[in-house]
């Protein structure tokens, strides 16, 4: 079968590592595109983190789709929600007194694209994610917000020691309630147990009645691996980590050397 949807990581797979888009990127999205093939992009970030690039690649309509944090809410680029599945109020608070107590940097997103963190002293993480995201910041603690808040994403944040170091004890705390994904270096993430970027692809598949067989998808990180799971072709970056690599068909070049441009050339356009 041909591909009828291309699904897109964002930070190191359609950005270069200096944050930007490839020339080369923006033609081969655009001729897929052209050939009416869907260009979906998952992302962890929120809609208006991912606004940018939608109006670069020209992805426009309330027929284009984004799974934004990570797979929490599923919605047209026009800000129509199709699904969306948060975390419990009383997970918020666990998890913030659990950053509390360990002395690890933590701060949560709402749907709103507002940043959340109880760290007075707030890390530098979480300053370049709210700048990078297009989204407030501001510091609060559980009391200070509303009794049924509730949350898209929980993220403790930090050096890549400090998240090697506690990622064991998280998911042998919240392993079996939430799903819990190491989303980059810096991101160690917390989310609805129903939610990733896979099942969200999938979920879109569905509305959209196309067949695994005719979706694509390229990453290069733990969290794209769900995806790689459902795709018929899935395409790991050549920057990627070894464990997004190993769940991939296969590997494209890096995205400095044009890596996501050859991918759609070469496995979805006719």
Not at 45 to 63: E, M, S, W
Not at 65 to 77: F, H, K, L, P, R
Not at 145 to 150: I, K, M, S
Not at 232 to 247: E, Q, R
Request: aromatic share 8%; with cysteine.
């Amino acid at each position: 079968m041909s591909i009828r949807l291309i699904a897109l990581d964002i930070d190191d797979t359609l950005l270069n590592s200096e944050g930007k888009l490839l020339p080369s990127t923006i033609t081969a999205v655009q001729q897929a595109q052209s050939q009416g093939i869907k260009v979906v992009l998952c992302t962890g970030r929120p809609l208006a983190g991912v606004q940018p690039y939608l109006t670069a690649l020209n992805i426009t309509g309330d027929d284009q789709y984004v799974v934004t944090y990570n797979g929490a809410v599923i919605e047209a680029v026009t800000g129509r929600v199709v699904a969306k599945h948060l975390v419990t109020n009383s997970y918020y608070r666990e998890l913030t007194a659990f950053g509390q107590q360990q002395h690890i940097p933590f701060n949560v997103l709402d749907d709103e694209s507002v940043i959340y963190t109880a760290d007075y002293d707030v890390s530098w993480v979480t300053v370049v994610q709210a700048w990078e995201n297009q989204a407030g910041l501001l510091i609060r603690q559980p009391d200070d917000l509303p009794a049924d808040f509730q949350i898209t994403k929980g993220l403790f944040v930090g050096e890549p020691e400090q998240l090697d170091a506690i990622e064991p004890l998280v998911k042998q705390k919240f392993g079996q309630s939430l799903y819990v994904v190491r989303a980059a270096a810096n991101f160690l993430e917390l989310m609805h147990p129903g939610v990733s970027k896979g099942q969200a692809l999938q979920d879109l598949a569905q509305l959209l009645k196309l067949d695994a067989s005719e979706i694509m998808a390229v990453g290069d990180e733990q969290n794209d691996i769900t995806m790689f799971d459902f795709a018929g072709t899935a395409v790991a970056m050549g920057n990627g980590s070894a464990a997004a690599k190993a769940h991939a068909n296969h590997v494209t070049e890096t995205n400095d050397a044009d890596g996501l441009a050859a991918a759609i050339q070469r496995y979805a356009l006719n």
